[in-house]
């Protein structure tokens, strides 16, 4: 089946320690990004990918830094510099044909930092 | 950056009543999309609107891209438990990056049965 996943669904992590979350998807998508999502609060942008081996800054890119290698893979690290890591994280892609914009989302992971 | 206004913030219904909810921009939109979020999930796109005055629906739910291009509304016709969760309408402004969308706050949908 086509589609993107996140690895793994739940993440703890120790305060002061890097963390790299997964992203792949098998559809072909040029285009892929990162949002982080808090309770009560819509979907921040933290970084996206148009294509391979070029990224820019979304949002809230601060103390977060991403690769892209290969179209299929998005990862994202999480650093120490990061002053509030604990969130919801959502990887989404989407193909840039003619005028359409739709992107579609991961199951997500969420992010715990004790 | 661009912001999305989109209300109301919850609902709370009883099973069979109709639902709407909107989202205003203070700019104009090329795109509306509407998604749903199950708890613990990823969203998952309804509708895609890419016209002004476009009406398109999806089985029960229906979007409008407003004739203004700064709103877009959802309904839900006749609700079952099943609609609840999480729904944000997203677009994206004339000017920026393509396929760099701009997220509403949400509506907390609760369906009592």
């Known amino acids: 089946d086509g589609g993107i996943t996140q690895s793994p669904k739940y993440l703890f992590r120790k305060e002061g320690q890097n963390v790299t979350l997964s992203c792949e998807q098998n559809?072909?998508?040029?285009?892929m990004y990162w949002y982080r999502q808090d309770p009560g609060q819509g979907l921040r942008l933290i970084y996206y990918s148009q294509i391979v081996n070029d990224f820019q800054k979304g949002d809230i890119a601060e103390g977060y830094s991403v690769s892209r290698e290969k179209k299929e893979s998005f990862p994202l690290t999480v650093t120490s510099a990061q002053k509030n890591p604990t969130a919801f994280y959502l990887c989404a892609s989407s193909s840039p044909s003619g005028a359409r914009n739709e992107q579609f989302f991961g199951p997500g992971t969420r992010l715990t930092v004790l | 950056g661009q912001q999305l206004n989109q209300s109301p913030q919850s609902m709370f219904i009883q099973e069979g009543e109709d639902v709407s909810m909107n989202c205003t921009s203070s700019?104009?939109?090329?795109?509306w999309l509407w998604y749903k979020q199950d708890p613990g999930e990823g969203p998952v796109l309804l509708i895609a609107?890419?016209?002004?005055?476009e009406l398109t629906s999806n089985g029960r739910l229906t979007a409008q891209f407003g004739i203004t291009r700064k709103d877009s509304f959802l309904n839900i016709s006749a609700s079952i438990p099943s609609d609840v969760g999480i729904y944000f309408c997203?677009?994206?402004?004339?000017?920026?990056?393509?396929?760099?969308?701009?997220f509403g706050q949400g509506t907390i949908l609760t369906v009592h049965p």
């Open positions: 997203a677009g994206r402004a004339g000017g920026t990056s393509y396929g760099k969308l701009t």
């Open positions: 700019s104009i939109f090329n795109t």
């Open positions: 559809l072909n998508h040029d285009a």
């Open positions: 609107l890419y016209k002004a005055g």
